[in-house]
């Protein structure tokens, strides 16, 4: 099994709203990914986890919180969010944490719309 | 972190060979070169990945120089399943960052 699963793969949400959105793979990886992407632009780098330790946040307002509760799961935490947060949120998992030397395999994704 | 530069977008017609080019002046000896492909609306996937002379897999080629200093994509005999956005990104073998390039969008016309 070499999926990533994403769920839910719309969201529409309020800025006073709290949501979460879920990543799952069955591969064994050890490094799972968050991702923005907006449109038409490449997918900015969020947060990465290696052995389900936060490793790197690249400076993400604090509005977004990531949790991985096993090696297997991976959250978003949503909160008090903005219309320019509007995006699609990649996850994606790998072998190992690396500068990119490991395959990445992504999800489909979440298109998330804050209002 | 090897900064790459990709033309913005390229169109190319079903049947044709296509040949994508990436620079990366600043590569690291330790870096590799990875290729990802993205449709609208779905996650990248992994197309390829070199560190230098060729590689082939059953998809595409990865051209590398001796310098290492730009890499080249080659897609063979395309179709219009192939226009994608494709991305090359340089990194290595350690805990670091990872940064995708803004992609070369191909459109692959009948």
């Known amino acids: 099994d070499t999926e990533v699963t994403q769920t839910p793969k719309h969201l529409v949400m309020g800025m006073t709203n709290k949501k979460s959105l879920k990543c799952e793979q069955h591969m064994g990886h050890r490094a799972m990914y968050w991702y923005k992407q907006k449109a038409k632009k490449p997918p900015e780098l969020m947060f990465v986890?290696?052995?389900?330790?936060?490793?790197i946040n690249e400076s993400v307002p604090s509005r977004f919180s990531p949790e991985c509760p096993n090696s297997s799961l991976l959250n978003l935490h949503l909160h008090a969010l903005q219309p320019e947060d509007s995006a699609l949120y990649l996850c994606a998992s790998s072998a190992r944490t690396s500068g990119g030397f490991y395959e990445q395999y992504f999800g489909p994704g979440t298109r998330l719309t804050v209002t | 972190l090897a900064k790459t530069t990709q033309p913005i977008s390229m169109d190319s017609y079903e049947g044709q060979e296509v040949n994508i080019t990436c620079s990366h002046n600043?590569?690291?000896?330790?870096?590799?070169i990875t290729w990802y492909q993205q449709f609208p609306s779905q996650g990248p996937r992994f197309i390829i990945q070199g560190y230098k002379t060729k590689v082939t897999n059953e998809v595409a080629s990865l051209f590398i120089p001796a310098d290492r200093k730009s890499s080249t994509l080659s897609l063979p005999r395309v179709s219009l399943s192939d226009t994608a956005v494709y991305y090359c990104?340089?990194?290595?073998?350690?805990?670091?960052?990872?940064?995708f390039g803004k992609g070369t969008r191909l459109h692959i016309l009948p």
């Open positions: 986890y290696s052995y389900e330790k936060l490793s």
């Open positions: 990104l340089v990194g290595g073998n350690r805990d670091d960052k990872i940064i």
């Open positions: 600043n590569i690291a000896t330790n870096d590799y």
